[in-house]
């Protein structure tokens, strides 16, 4: 496709008339955080299927080529293709420069135009964060959450319902901030006692995710509401394309997003990610109402939100105990433990006969002990990744492992791994099972070791390392890789 063929189809206007929105709601003065202009970041807006427009950005790859957009997003540069490489490559960092990387939604049209450019905020705000000093949460600490505690999650649910009755209260005309600092003290002593069942790295993970993922979704949010308001007129191409003078459903997205405090937890749901996206930006808005400078003490290295609410609420433990039975009483507590022991027992005994479906089926057996190589990087469909609990998941569709000189890939057959012992477990047909060590044909009933390179292939199986140990025992073949 060359220049003179370029033309914008409805989903990449539409894109297009979102990121113009964005920057003029920055322009117009949206108070989101201080020192953050998504209009000056570089964005990258891709369409799975192919073809993608990068923005903003001074110095795009030779593949891309400058196309006239139309509207006030300054240079546009569009590829048309695949853009499996540089949407690798997209996790921050394109030619040198931090980019947002964006896709564009399915179909022709996007969902919820709100919806898209509160995506777009929180891309651009991801950036800044990390000049801040604030970074995600290491990955896979999420994988080992206990999910199915009971008392995590009754306790997490009433941690939830607390704070959406403290941003009620806030949102009323009139309300000063001592009415609202006794609830946000009840939030802490039920954090306080929810917390006191996990360990030291999951309360830190918990922290590191409200600063990172919550934080994003305030300033998200603050942008949504902004834009919302009566006062506020949208860009002409915002008006001429949806017809609306405004972000009417930005509330309602705010609105949604603040309902699911109600209900997090519940039978885990949301328990081990979306807790700390709702309970972060739920934080960060209370903190607005208790302490309107707040910001400016995230720049104290270790400071969480829960220091800055205690801090801002004149939170004392030694009345925690009294809070945290005011809270259970209004909220019904003792009923929704029972509910959740209830669930926590089915839902275990559900997930060991998963697992015991799996291992009961015919076929080969191969144990892969990956105890002595470092992980080095994993692609897998997390939908299809049913946990079994803190430390063991099926894979049910794909998933591919490295490590460094070692990969292991599984499409379509049930994979057990085991993080706990970094190991993973399959059972594959013997049929079409190709198994080589060191480029010779090997039986998988052979032990030894191999020093070049192991190869086993076969249907919806691919594995190759470069040494370690076979070892057969009882129709079991247990590979251990070194390198």
């Not at 394109?94 to 964006?102: C, D, K, L, P, R």
């Not at 994988?143 to 941690?159: F, I, K, R, T, V």
């Not at 009415?179 to 946000?184: G, S, T």
């Not at 009566?230 to 603040?258: C, I, M, N």
Request: glycine residues 8%; aromatic residues 10%; proline residues 6%.
């Amino acid at each position: 496709m060359s220049p003179s063929d370029f033309g914008l189809t409805q989903d990449e206007t539409e894109a297009l008339v979102c990121l113009r929105e964005l920057t003029a709601l920055a322009r117009a003065g949206a108070p989101v955080w201080p020192g953050w202009d998504p209009g000056l970041v570089p964005f990258l807006l891709y369409k799975p299927s192919g073809n993608a427009f990068l923005v903003n950005h001074p110095f795009p790859p030779a593949e891309f080529y400058e196309v006239n957009a139309g509207g006030s997003l300054g240079r546009v540069f569009y590829y048309h293709g695949e853009l499996r490489k540089l949407r690798r490559a997209g996790s921050g960092e394109i030619n040198g420069f931090e980019t947002a990387v964006v896709p564009i939604a399915f179909g022709t049209g996007l969902e919820r135009s709100e919806v898209f450019l509160a995506r777009l905020a929180g891309e651009a705000f991801h950036i800044h964060q990390r000049s801040l000093g604030l970074f995600p949460p290491l990955a896979g600490i999420a994988d080992a959450y206990p999910d199915l505690s009971p008392e995590n999650n009754a306790l997490g649910n009433l941690e939830g319902r607390v704070l959406y009755e403290a941003l009620a209260l806030a949102a009323q005309p009139g309300v000063a901030r001592e009415d609202v600092a006794p609830l946000a003290r009840g939030v802490l002593a039920v954090r306080q006692a929810r917390q006191k069942g996990l360990s030291w790295e999951m309360v830190q993970y918990e922290q590191t995710a409200e600063l990172f993922d919550g934080l994003t979704a305030y300033a998200e949010d603050r942008v949504l509401t902004f834009g919302a308001q009566p006062s506020h007129k949208a860009t002409p191409e915002w008006r001429d394309f949806f017809g609306r003078e405004r972000l009417e459903y930005g509330q309602q997205e705010v609105a949604r997003r603040r309902e699911r405090l109600n209900t997090i937890n519940r039978h885990g749901q949301g328990a081990a990610v979306e807790h700390f996206v709702l309970t972060g930006a739920a934080i960060a808005h209370l903190l607005d109402t208790l302490h309107p400078k707040w910001p400016a003490r995230l720049d104290q290295t270790g400071t969480s939100l829960t220091d800055l609410l205690a801090e801002a609420a004149a939170f004392q433990p030694a009345a925690a105990p009294e809070l945290l039975a005011a809270a259970q009483a209004r909220h019904a507590y003792e009923a929704q433990y029972q509910d959740e022991r209830e669930f926590a027992a089915a839902e275990a005994g559900q997930r060991e006969s998963l697992l015991a479906s799996v291992l009961a089926q015919p076929g080969r057996r191969f144990v892969f002990d990956l105890s002595a190589v470092r992980l080095t990087g994993s692609d897998f469909d997390p939908a299809s990744a049913e946990r079994i609990d803190e430390t063991r998941r099926v894979h049910r569709k794909r998933c591919t492992f490295f490590y460094r000189e070692t990969m292991l890939d599984f499409r379509g057959v049930p994979v057990v791994e085991d993080r706990a012992k970094r190991s993973l477990l399959v059972i594959v047909p013997p049929r079409d099972l190709e198994f080589k060590v060191d480029h010779a044909p090997y039986s998988p009933s052979d032990g030894g070791r191999f020093h070049q390179r192991l190869e086993l292939t076969g249907p919806g199986v691919k594995v190759i390392a470069s040494s370690g140990a076979v070892e057969y025992d009882e129709g079991t073949v247990y590979i251990r890789i070194e390198r």
